[in-house]
């Protein structure tokens, strides 16, 4: 190939889109019932297990948006590493917040607000490596990972102090 010919063409990444709109629709819908108040009776049984799932779910597709991230873009060997044990944390932590929103708390709505838009933004810097000189990988992969340990880890201990 000469240096005159032009770059290929870069396929759409439709998995990557998918992947994407899947997150999107789990996530509204998991904000969308969280509850304010607990109320009684096996209806609060069954909200719960539902939002469970919902959470679940999401966390599962999250985790998929990094792989594809990875494997088609670029990302440090060692987030790959940590996220592996990150990943469920911010899902557990979530969980956990959206249980003291039942018990009558409003604020703690951030964590499960701010935790999946941090994987699905690090999903898409590592998929567009194009992003990486606008975005050192070394740096936003620090900031990244570092607010969702900080954020995962204040949303359980607030469960334990409230």
Request: charged share 5%; with cysteine.
């Amino acid at each position: 190939m000469s240096m005159d010919s032009p770059a290929p063409p870069r396929s759409i990444p439709f998995g990557m889109i998918v992947l994407q709109v899947l997150a999107c629709v789990l996530y509204v819908t998991m904000l969308a019932n969280v509850r304010f108040s607990a109320g009684g009776g096996d209806a609060v049984v069954g909200e719960a297990i539902a939002e469970l799932a919902l959470t679940f779910f999401l966390w599962i597709t999250l985790a998929l948006l990094l792989i594809v991230g990875a494997v088609m873009g670029q990302m440090p060997r060692w987030v790959a590493v940590l996220s592996f044990f990150l990943i469920p944390l911010s899902g557990v932590a979530a969980v956990t917040a959206i249980d003291m929103c039942s018990r009558h708390f409003v604020w703690p709505i951030l964590f499960p607000i701010v935790l999946p838009l941090l994987i699905v933004f690090y999903a898409a810097w590592a998929r567009f490596p194009k992003l990486h000189a606008a975005l050192p990988a070394h740096d936003i992969s620090i900031v990244v990972w570092g607010l969702i340990f900080v954020l995962s880890s204040a949303a359980l201990i607030f469960a334990l102090v409230l």
